[in-house]
């Protein structure tokens, strides 16, 4: 499966010279949406090269910017295709894109119209005029849990190669490399990963304190007690003060990267946590393998 | 926004009234209502609930707003750091 939809202008209904031009990212899911809400009028679709990637991220990155929109209105001769010179932009686009060099390079105006693609047709029907609920930003479940593969992804770089070596020294230890032993600890890995990128976005609005690094850590927490619970028979005193050291502080630090996803957090806000709880993780992470290594010896 | 906030007193948006000449394009553009026209001049109304993203400073024509906008999640900062200091070429963005 694809999530490129190739960039160009493309014609949804019988579009005519006057039909309304609404940009959009290559990503095929904001492509998909923005084409099933408009289904039924005749709109012309101008899709930007965003590597896949959906407006928001694209915006921040800078591919979902002028130059792109420059360039594409170039390149699909879009002024010979409408007579009026007017672009609808998701207002999530707006900080990569400067109406006014727009309007200066290419002739056309820039207007941003929605937040969500599913406010476009009232948009539309409302004489072009945006409501303050078409600008309000929300944050539901069902768009925080879209968000959440962006992180799952990306800390499987460090995830996996991690969970193999943890494998491998549990295996090597002495215990032997047989499922009873060896699954306790991938459970704890792929739930710890779970924890952080997953349920702690998830319950965002639920889980107590402001500070992302705060609610990941709470996620872990519970998930240790979880673990704990489960494994009450065979756990030596150390395995569960590493649990819960360990667990909390990279559920924490997950937590506080979904603030890239989150359309709410701030820079600054990020800076001032990072400096906050970063030792703390660095801390915890570090005692813990001190714990480890202790264990082992005694 | 409804129920979400973030720490409160961090946010480095500035707006010059001096330069200002009341387009009302930051108005249209930021998503947290963060301004509102008074006497044909931009305001801030809730400095909180600015999420630095940019999109006013950007979209100002008279460059009477700034902001530091930019990679908001630990691992863009993360890299952004490393870079600062030769350690990585380029500061990676977060999503
Ligand atoms: S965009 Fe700039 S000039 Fe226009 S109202 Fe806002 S601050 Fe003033
Ligand atoms: S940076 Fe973004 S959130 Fe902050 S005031 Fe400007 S448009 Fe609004």
């Known amino acids: 499966m694809s999530y490129l939809v190739p960039p160009g202008l493309y014609a949804i209904g019988m579009p005519g010279a ?7 990212a290559n990503y095929k899911m904001s492509y998909d949406i923005v084409r099933s809400e408009l289904a039924g009028r005749s709109v012309w679709l101008l899709v930007l090269e965003t590597f896949g990637i959906n407006v928001w991220c694209a915006a921040g990155k800078g591919t979902f910017g002028t130059d792109e929109v420059v ?5 699909t001769g879009l002024d010979s295709v409408v007579s009026h010179r007017q672009l609808l932009l998701p ?10 060099a727009v309007a200066k390079r290419t002739g056309f105006r820039v207007r941003y119209a929605t937040i969500r693609a599913q406010d476009l047709p009232a948009f539309l029907d409302n004489g072009m005029v945006a409501t303050p609920a078409m600008r309000q930003l929300t944050f539901t479940v069902a768009e925080r849990l879209i968000l959440t593969p962006i992180e799952l992804v990306s800390s499987v770089k460090w995830a996996v190669p991690f969970t193999v070596a943890l494998v491998l020294l549990t295996g090597l230890s002495g215990l032997g490399f047989s499922l009873t032993t060896l699954l306790p600890v991938i459970v704890a890995c792929v739930g710890t990963v779970l924890a952080g990128a997953v349920v702690a976005p998830v319950l965002l609005p639920w889980l107590p ?37 360990a667990v909390p502080a990279v559920s924490a630090f997950l937590s506080l990267n979904f603030t890239g996803s989150t359309p709410f957090t701030s820079r600054s806000g990020v800076k001032k ?11 915890a992470l570090v005692v813990a393998l001190i714990v480890w290594c202790a264990g082992r010896v005694f | 926004m ?3 906030t973030y720490l409160a007193n961090v946010a480095t948006l500035q707006l010059d009234r001096e330069t200002c000449i009341g387009c009302g394009m930051c108005v249209e553009v930021c998503p947290h209502q963060v301004f509102a026209l008074e006497r044909r ?16 400073a950007v979209n100002c024509p008279v460059s009477a707003l700034t902001v530091d906008a930019g990679v908001g999640c630990a691992s863009g900062l993360i890299n952004e750091w490393l870079a600062s200091i030769n350690v990585r070429k380029t500061g990676s963005g977060c999503c």
């Not at chain 1, 006057?18 to 959009?24: F, G, H, I, S």
């Not at chain 1, 207002?91 to 006014?100: D, M, N």
Request: some cysteine; overall charge neutral.
């Open chain 1, 18 to 24: 006057e039909a309304p031009v609404v940009v959009t």
């Open chain 1, 71 to 75: 360039r594409r209105v170039q390149a």
């Open chain 1, 91 to 100: 207002i999530l686009g707006a900080p990569g894109v400067a109406a006014h």
């Open chain 1, 209 to 245: 304190g402001k500070s992302f690094a705060v609610k990941g850590a709470e996620v872990g927490f519970a998930w240790a007690a979880i673990l704990t619970w489960w494994r009450s028979e065979g756990l030596a005193w150390h395995d569960t003060m590493i649990l819960f050291l």
């Open chain 1, 273 to 283: 946590e990072m400096r906050l709880s970063l030792p703390v993780m660095a801390a």
């Open chain 2, 2 to 4: 409804n129920g979400f």
């Open chain 2, 41 to 56: 001049k931009a305001e801030v109304r809730s400095l909180d609930n600015c999420m630095e993203c940019g999109a006013c």
